[in-house]
């Protein structure tokens, strides 16, 4: 009897656990019946329950999911190979569809591969090299003082990479519109050229680089020597206004002088005649030496002034 009850109520258990699931707020359900979905998708979370062991329940994420494309090789339209390495975020909006057309997320993997990288290169093939890599125009910047713009020879682009991305999404969405799923975003994680492209880029670069420095040396030179030819011309004005005004003290000193001598000069006869003496000693000092020998006339004004002494 004992053996009896256990028996029912491990099958009653089984029964209860086969007729009961549990849906939590990250997933949403389908339920099918022998491979078909019966009545709506579940998308509520919370204690829900089936018929058992004829009811299946079908698992599917509700959150957002990553997509994550292969490097591929693609050509752009000037005839240029580029790596394109790309990823994207999904979800599953309508679960119900999204199990009848790709039963689960490995189909959908597969069928975002084919969507996503189909779109990438129809899109790379459609632009130039330069509107897959570039987002928009350079800026010209202008340093200091030099005339030198810092453009270099970069085409104009009109599309560039964000709106390239922007158009493969929308495509990609469109095409997925009957799977039951929404593309959220589409980014392209690397693009790198191929070693042929990559060489050409970098001595375009090293050139037009070479280039601006060049015309920044110039421009420096032509500054540096506008700086000299500035000093010099400073220097000869600095020295003109001092050798002038040297010259203007000279002569005020020399005439205060000459004004001090004529002065002295006119007082009196003793002044004048002291002035005539010291003068008169003066030219002796510069003219004679110990061993000079002269012969003077008795009118002479020196001979006086010696005769004088004696």
Known sequence: MNKIIIIVVIALLVVLSQSTYIVDEKQQVVVTQFG?????????????????????????????????????????????????????????????????????????????????????????????IEEAVRTSNRVPVILDTLTEITTDTLIEIEVGRQEIQNQILESANRQASDLGIEILDFRFKRINYVQEVRDQVYERMKSERFRIAEKFRSEGGGEASRINGEKERELKRIQSEAFRTAEEIRGKADAEAANIYASAYDKSNQSRELYSFIKSMETLKQTFSEKTSVILSTDSELYKYLKDMN
């Open 36 to 128: 078909r979905p019966i009545g709506d998708a579940i998308t509520t979370p919370g204690f829900k329950f089936k018929v058992p062991f004829i009811h299946t329940v079908n698992y599917f994420e509700k959150r957002y999911m990553e997509w994550d494309g292969d490097p591929n090789q693609v050509p752009t339209k000037d005839k240029k190979f580029i790596f394109v390495d790309t990823y994207a975020r999904w979800q599953i909006t309508d679960p119900l569809q999204f199990f009848k057309r790709l039963t689960n997320e490995r189909g959908a993997q597969s069928r975002l591969d084919d969507i996503l990288d189909g779109e990438t290169r129809n899109f790379i093939a459609n632009n130039n």
